[in-house]
């Protein structure tokens, strides 16, 4: 009577643990590339998916690049506060506006 209990057991620690495992992997890489899949065929062009940390290092070395240069007196800081979001935009319009014309 031991062994089917702990057969059982067995059973539903491994099922727990892939379907956790599953779920994972489906938050982290498999939504995010099919939405990325969804996005470029709707003509939006952009970075691609990268695990987790995302563009977070493109997103510090321009941060640091924009606060070493001087600022400049125009009224238009984004550059200065955020410039990978800044140069985001810029694309993505850019993307748009091609794409529509």
């Known amino acids: 009577m031991e062994l089917p209990l702990k057969s059982i057991a067995l059973t539903i ?5 892939l379907t956790w495992a599953w779920r994972v ?6 939504r995010p590339k099919k939405l990325e ?3 470029r065929q709707q003509g939006l062009k ?6 987790l ?3 977070l290092k493109e997103n510090s070395i321009e941060l640091k690049e924009a606060k070493a ?3 400049s007196l125009d009224d238009n800081i984004a550059i200065r506060v955020n410039p990978f979001l800044h140069k985001l935009v810029r694309i993505l319009s850019c993307g748009l506006v091609r794409h529509q014309g």
């Open 46 to 51: 952009g970075n691609s998916y990268r695990l």
């Open 25 to 30: 992997l489906n938050w982290v890489w498999l």
């Open 69 to 71: 240069r001087p600022l």
């Open 37 to 39: 899949k969804f996005l």
């Open 53 to 55: 940390f995302g563009d």
């Open 13 to 17: 620690v491994i099922v727990t643990v």
